[in-house]
Each structure stands twice: as structure tokens, then as C-alpha cells.
């Protein structure tokens, strides 16, 4: 198996089993514990470590699930395309639980060394999560 379809292989855990089967332990596996992380500016939610967001954004959207539309690889990089639906259910970013629906989606560019992330480049539309939950005007 070449280096980039390893790579992509670790990706995919990172959405399927990280995020859809909520398996933190495996970040210890796929990611270093110092992900350089590149949001976009006005970016709502900038965590300081990949397993902040995880936990943060599973007290909020606890049954999140993602779906891969997309997935390519080069050199060291992968680059998802994504989207997602979640319920919010619990508090996020100071916001008390507003139990709507929420959808998102994104494309994440990963970095990858010796089979585990190091850094992110993500490209999410924050706003209009922020809006689906009536924090700001539609």
C-alpha cells in the first residue's frame, strides 16, 4: 500500500470511528498531541488541541455523524470533502443547548507524518452553524 492510501486510511478513521463512533482513545493512534491547527479568519471555534474539540464539540453535538463525499491524496497531504448533521444538545462556545438541528459542511486538508496527523488546514461554514442555532441573524 503506498504512503498516500495509508495516509487516506488514517483520515478516514479520523471521521468514521473518532467522530462517528466516538472513540477518543484513538487519537492517541492517528494524530500527535499538538496538531497545528489553520482556521479560516472569523473561524468560530478555534480549539487549542485536537482532543479539546473533540470533547467540547461531543458535549454539543453529541450524536454528530459525518459523511465523506470526497477524499484525495498527495505527497503528504489528504484533503476530505465532508458534511455532517448533529443535534445541539449540550452547551457550546458558552451558549446554552438550543436542542436544533444542525448541518455543516466543510473540505479539511490534512498533514500527515509517519502515519499521524500533524497539522489542518479547515474550511467550515461557522456562520451558518452559528445561525441554524439562532445566535445570529439569518
Given at each position: 500500500m503506498s504512503v498516500q492510501e495509508e495516509n487516506k486510511a488514517v483520515v478516514r478513521r479520523y471521521w468514521l470511528e473518532l467522530w462517528?463512533?466516538?472513540?477518543?482513545?484513538?487519537?492517541?493512534?492517528?494524530?500527535?498531541?499538538?496538531?497545528?491547527?489553520?482556521?479560516?479568519?472569523?473561524?468560530?471555534?478555534?480549539?487549542?488541541?485536537?482532543?479539546?474539540?473533540?470533547?467540547?464539540?461531543?458535549?454539543?453535538?453529541?450524536?454528530?455523524?459525518?459523511?465523506?463525499?470526497?477524499?484525495?491524496?498527495?505527497?503528504?497531504?489528504?484533503?476530505?470533502?465532508?458534511?455532517?448533521?448533529?443535534?445541539?444538545?449540550?452547551?457550546?462556545?458558552?451558549?446554552?443547548?438550543?436542542?436544533?438541528p444542525v448541518t455543516d459542511r466543510g473540505i479539511d486538508i490534512f498533514r500527515l507524518e509517519n502515519g499521524k496527523i500533524v497539522e489542518m488546514w479547515v474550511a467550515q461554514d461557522s456562520l451558518g452553524l452559528l445561525q441554524q442555532m439562532g445566535v445570529l441573524p439569518a
Open positions: 462517528n463512533e466516538k472513540r477518543g482513545e484513538l487519537l492517541d493512534e492517528i494524530a500527535i498531541e499538538d496538531v497545528v491547527f489553520h482556521f479560516p479568519d472569523g473561524q468560530a471555534h478555534q480549539p487549542p488541541t485536537l482532543r479539546k474539540w473533540f470533547e467540547t464539540a461531543l458535549i454539543a453535538f453529541p450524536d454528530v455523524h459525518f459523511q465523506l463525499h470526497d477524499e484525495l491524496a498527495e505527497g503528504d497531504k489528504v484533503v476530505s470533502r465532508w458534511s455532517y448533521v448533529a443535534t445541539n444538545t449540550g452547551e457550546f462556545l458558552g451558549r446554552p443547548a438550543t436542542h436544533l
